[in-house]
């Protein structure tokens, strides 16, 4: 991203909040949070600043293009995945095609972001899926890029935010257990339960 610049970011937990931590650290002139769980769109504003959109109560792409003149975000951050929540149709959809999850954030993402924009995918697609919106990304020149992080080739740059106090990483912390407390914290947060956001496990607890 360039400073300036608008970054939506589609999901609020972990990644997605730190993604919208490094936009504002790094000039973005708005960022905006996008998630269905009230206390996700809470951390993401108190932690990031973000303007934030519920997705279950309005049309996140009506509300991105609202936020910026009808254009779009200069930069759309998919940090959901296929475990996006699924409707009915969808469900059907993936047996009929034998695939798994949903391609839904990614098609939102693909619809809020501007003509020429660009789409960086940090959320797990694990098959292949069918009816992927080829069209509309050759349509609106969208640059796609996909991947997991490369840790190794930004470590030494991120720390320097964390270092110089630009960005915080531990605000987002919700939960500190023991390590014997790992399958608790794996289910608190895989079904959102006690407003779980971030779990830190301690080894020697």
């Excluded at 840790?151 to 531990?170: P, S, T």
Aim: charged share 25%.
């Amino acid at each position: 991203m360039k400073p300036g610049e608008t970054v939506a970011v589609w999901g609020c937990g972990p990644v997605g909040l730190m993604a919208q931590k490094m936009a504002r650290a790094m000039g973005a002139g708005q960022v905006i949070g996008v998630d269905i769980l009230e206390y996700r769109l809470r951390t993401a504003r108190e932690t990031a600043g973000s303007t934030v959109i519920d997705a279950s109560k309005v049309d996140p792409v009506e509300a991105i293009r609202s936020l910026t003149g009808g254009r779009g975000a200069d930069v759309v951050i998919e940090a959901i995945g296929m475990e996006a929540h699924r409707n009915t149709l969808e469900k059907v959809s993936n047996v009929l095609h034998g695939q798994a999850g949903t391609t839904s954030a990614l098609e939102k993402c693909l619809s809020a972001v501007r003509r020429s924009g660009r789409v960086s995918v940090l959320g797990v697609y694990g098959t292949k899926y069918d009816n992927v919106p080829l069209g509309q990304m050759l349509d609106k020149g969208v640059r796609i890029q996909f991947g997991q992080a490369p840790v190794h080739n930004f470590i030494d740059e991120l720390l320097v935010f964390i270092v110089e106090g630009k960005v915080r990483a531990n605000d987002i912390i919700s939960h500190r257990l023991s390590i014997d407390e790992a399958p608790r914290a794996y289910k608190i947060f895989n079904e959102k339960e006690d407003s779980c956001v971030k779990v830190v496990l301690n080894p020697w607890n």
